[in-house]
Antibody, heavy 121, light 109 residues
Framework: QVQLVESGGGVVQPGRSLRLSCAASGFTFRSHAMHWVRQAPGKGLEWVSQIWGDGSNKYYAESVKGRFTTSRDNSKNTLYLQMDSLRGEDTAVYYC??????????????WGQGTTVTVSS | QSALTQPPSASGSPGQSVTISCTGTSSDVGGYNYVSWYQHHPGKAPKIMIHEVNKRPSGVPDRFSGSKSGNTASLTVSGLQAEDEGDYYCTSFAGNSWVFGGGTKLTVL
């Protein structure tokens, strides 16, 4: 079945870096754009980034632009989020989500269970 | 991009109907027919309930319906059931970005 599994979360000091991964299975990974979405403690969901299926285009929320970089390795069916210059406000559960493409346009139709990032000294 | 506005809470008794609103601007909700609704239980993956304003994915009960008027989208849950409890989020495409609502906690009394 379609599955997304995030990993790489943990506790990191402010100003340091962390890389998250999202392993995809059960579908043709390269055919789907992918998203990162986060949820800070006690807060709502916040869209972070999208990358097209071929990796040719990437979009970011203003809150992470210039600090976070999304990439993918279609040969490994894996999505990445490189997070640099981390701040306390980046503390959140990070979800990866599949874009529904033509079947569900501009929709995140499948989500992982998330990985927790805590930025603290 | 500011978050979409949702009521923080909503409630209803079993069998009743409840509607959750989601208000944005002409740059997001009002500008595109790409509003989605998600059900989220803490610690679990969010689940798509409605996409493209009013389309229901297979497996989602027809008790769930969506609509939009101007800059406000709505999710209606008819015939409330206990398993409908949870947090509901709307989101809208906003031109190479997406914006979420703050979430609504739905309680079945």
């Amino acid at each position: 079945q379609v599955q997304l599994v995030e990993s790489g979360g943990g506790v990191v000091q402010p100003g340091r870096s962390l890389r998250l991964s999202c392993a995809a299975s059960g579908f043709t990974f390269r055919s789907h754009a992918m998203h990162w979405v986060r949820q800070a403690p006690g807060k709502g969901l916040e869209w972070v980034s999208q990358i097209w299926g071929d990796g040719s285009n990437k979009y970011y929320a203003e809150s992470v632009k210039g600090r976070f970089t999304t990439s993918r390795d279609n040969s490994k069916n894996t999505l990445y989020l490189q997070m640099d210059s981390l701040r306390g406000e980046d503390t959140a559960v990070y979800y990866c989500a599949r874009d529904g493409q033509q079947l569900m346009k501009y929709t995140m139709d499948v989500w992982g269970q998330g990985t927790t990032v805590t930025v603290s000294s | 991009q500011s978050a979409l506005t949702q009521p923080p809470s909503a409630s209803g008794s079993p069998g009743q109907s409840v509607t959750i609103s989601c208000t944005g601007t002409s740059s997001d909700v009002g500008g595109y027919n790409y509003v989605s609704w998600y059900q989220h239980h803490p610690g679990k993956a969010p689940k798509i309930m409605i996409h493209e304003v009013n389309k229901r994915p297979s497996g989602v009960p027809d008790r769930f319906s969506g609509s939009k008027s101007g800059n406000t989208a709505s999710l209606t849950v008819s015939g409330l059931q206990a398993e409908d409890e949870g947090d509901y989020y709307c989101t809208s495409f906003a031109g190479n970005s997406w914006v979420f609502g703050g979430g609504t906690k739905l309680t079945v009394l």
